[in-house]
């Protein structure tokens, strides 16, 4: 059975950092990408980064170039973001998923987790 469950969400003031985890199960870790998205209230939800499994390439998408880093560990089974400078408009519930092909469409992610809130307050 696939698994992904995030941890690490919290309130943070902006300009702060936080560091996500996603630790995965019941697949083999290097065949697939594994992506964060996040979804703010109100909103849709948007891709924010994505890790190939084969090279461990990474995708940003614009809006966090430069600000949120992501990272697999194979031993750990585990993609970690950490995200630095966070700003109010980053406040949203944030998710990993898996066996997409690193875009942005939702509907090509095969399985998700439950999601970690992170609010950052001005």
């Known amino acids: 059975e696939v698994q992904l469950v995030e941890s690490g969400g919290g309130l943070v003031q902006a300009g702060g950092s936080l560091r996500l985890s996603c630790v995965t199960s019941?697949?083999?870790?290097?065949?697939?990408?594994i992506a964060w998205f996040r979804q703010a209230p109100g909103k849709e939800r948007e891709a924010v980064s994505c890790?190939?499994?084969?090279?461990?390439?990474?995708r940003y998408a614009d809006y966090v170039k430069g600000r949120f880093t992501i990272t697999s560990d194979n031993a750990r089974r585990t993609v970690t973001l950490q995200m630095n400078a966070l700003a109010p408009e980053d406040t949203a519930v944030y998710y990993c998923a898996a066996f997409g092909y690193c875009g942005s469409r939702i509907a090509e992610y095969d399985y998700w987790g439950q999601g970690t809130q992170v609010t950052v307050s001005s």
């Open positions: 890790v190939v499994g084969s090279d461990k390439s990474t």
């Open positions: 019941g697949f083999t870790f290097d065949d697939y990408n």
